[in-house]
């Protein structure tokens, strides 16, 4: 399954708690919706509503999610002795936006 995170916007007058459910630190601005695996494979989603510097470091979470899939993948292409030039490409320009 491919993970996702999905924001929308609320009615802060309704039912949004004064703060992020992820720092609790500030007021939120979003809400966020977060679908992945867990460790057996199983979907599981994390809702909640979120500030801006959180929406970001979900966003970043995806990123290192997929980065992840992409290294398993490319290491079982490798074990079935196949190609991993794209793969490793893929993989590359996306370390290259995570360091950024
Ligand atoms: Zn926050």
Redesign the pocket.
Known sequence: MNSSVHFTTFDPLRDAPEV?N?????A?ILRYEFETDDESGDPYIIKGF??E??ATRLLKILECSESREWAEEEAALAAADQDTTEVRKRLEALRAVLVS
Not at 22 to 26: A, G, K, M, Q
């Open positions: 992020c992820v720092c609790t630190l500030v939120p979120c500030c510097p959180c």
